[in-house]
């Protein structure tokens, strides 16, 4: 059973260096109501516009608001509805329109405050509103804290796929208190978790062990501690990566470990209200075993994968369309010269991009996955 004796402090700061930026994670339990001091060197009397959902303004609208107004910050709100349905040139236009009507300018800088949608929407936003102003992201769930919040990537979605349209423009700076994970429903920690072994089965085998032998007591939020020092783990990697391919150009291409399929099955079962990290998940799984069946992991590895992912409580995938799939990977950013770059695990701990993986494989991969969902659960 874990302790948090064995665990570090719960509180730390981390670096991003990109060429053009250097901008810190604070990590620290408790520190949104003290969020006037965190955001202070930055006030130079702007406005400040904290974008979020209706239930998040809701639930944290007033403390955000007392914490920033007891400081002596110009603060407005702009909300948007919650899901991928916000992550739209339409509602972006919207938030234009409201920039306009409160006066915003070039000084005015963003609080992103949510999940990836609210940090994704912001981003987008902040770095074209007048040729671009300042942002902060206040994540407030596990996916968002470990990754959509670190590095910079901004989007919104088009019909025919996620993402398809967006801009790298790192934050100011990026916030977390673990705190707000009390209020997260399950499937959204569970979601976040699964990119923190995705952080681990690509770049540190002994996190990725580290993280499977917690994951119940992580996923039920038991211990400050240790949570803490797994989303802090989880952001160092996504912060090193980043620090080194800013623009994805190379080494930052194996974050995307799972989710050539995994965006795959989250567009196609988008209706069903699958969950990023649930659809990631998915896709390492799917990998995983062609990492496994066509590249170098060894049979050992892709079963300690294998057993870790089938840990995670994840939603029945039911039937899956291979066509619909496939329709929604050529579309996919991976793809350059008319091939698509595949993450495939070397071993764990280790990923490499692969040239070598077809349409055909892609259908094995998700038959694999049809067939493995009854035996496994
Ligand atoms: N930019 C990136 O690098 C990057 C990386 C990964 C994912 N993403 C994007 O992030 C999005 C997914 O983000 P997500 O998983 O955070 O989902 P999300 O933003 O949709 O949030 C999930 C749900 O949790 C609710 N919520 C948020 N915080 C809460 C809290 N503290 N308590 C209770 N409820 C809370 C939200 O209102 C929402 O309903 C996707 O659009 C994905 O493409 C971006
Ligand atoms: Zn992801």
Redesign the pocket.
């Known amino acids: 059973m874990p302790c948090s004796k064995n665990w570090k402090k719960p509180m730390s700061t981390l670096e991003v260096r990109t060429p053009g930026h250097t901008y810190s994670i604070r990590i620290e339990k408790g520190l949104m109501s003290d969020l006037g001091r965190f955001l202070g060197p930055f006030n130079h009397g702007q406005k400040w516009v904290v974008f979020t959902?209706p239930?998040?303004y809701e639930?944290f609208g007033s403390e955000i608001l007392t914490a920033l107004e007891d400081s002596g910050f110009d603060i407005a709100f702009i909300t948007m509805p919650?899901?991928?349905a916000s992550?739209t040139i339409a509602n972006v236009n919207r938030i234009y329109d409201q920039l306009l009507k409160q006066n915003c300018n070039r000084s005015t800088t963003f609080i992103a405050f949510?999940?990836?949608?609210?940090?994704?929407v912001t981003?987008f936003v902040a770095s074209t509103f007048m040729r671009g102003v300042g942002y902060f992201q206040v994540?407030?769930?596990l996916?968002?804290m470990v990754?959509?919040s670190?590095?910079g990537?901004?989007?919104v979605n088009l019909a025919s796929g996620?993402?398809l349209v967006g801009t790298f423009y790192q934050p100011l700076g990026v916030l977390i208190d673990p705190d707000?994970?009390?209020?997260?429903?399950v499937r959204?920690i569970v979601?976040?978790m699964a990119?923190i072994l995705k952080c681990g089965a690509i770049r540190d085998k002994t996190f990725f062990r580290k993280t499977v032998k917690n994951l119940t007591h992580l996923i039920a939020l038991m211990d400050q501690a240790p949570l803490i020092e797994t989303i802090e783990a989880a952001c160092a990697i996504k912060a090193r990566i980043v620090s080194e391919d800013e623009k994805e150009s190379g080494l930052r291409r194996i974050l995307n470990f799972g989710h050539t399929i995994g965006h795959g099955i989250e567009t196609a079962l988008s209706k069903t209200g699958f969950?990023?990290?649930e659809a990631v998940a998915y896709g390492m799984l799917a990998a995983g075993y062609l990492s496994h069946r066509y590249g170098k992991l060894s049979s050992a590895e892709w079963n300690e994968l294998r057993e870790a992912l089938w840990q995670l409580p994840l939603p029945a995938l039911g039937r899956i369309d291979p066509d619909k799939v496939l329709a929604h990977i050529r579309h996919d950013k991976k793809y350059s010269h008319k091939q698509l770059n595949f993450v495939l695990l070397e071993e764990l701990g280790r990923a490499d991009i692969s040239a070598d993986i077809s349409h055909a494989h892609i259908i094995e991969a998700l038959n694999y996955l049809t067939r493995s969902i009854h035996k496994e659960t």
Do not use: C, I, M, Y
Request: glycine share 24%.
């Open positions: 959902h239930g998040l639930q919650e899901g991928e992550k949510g999940g990836g949608v609210v940090g994704d981003g994540p407030t769930t996916l968002s990754d959509a670190v590095g990537k901004t989007s996620k993402n707000f994970l009390r209020t997260l429903p959204e979601s976040g990119e969950r990023h990290g």
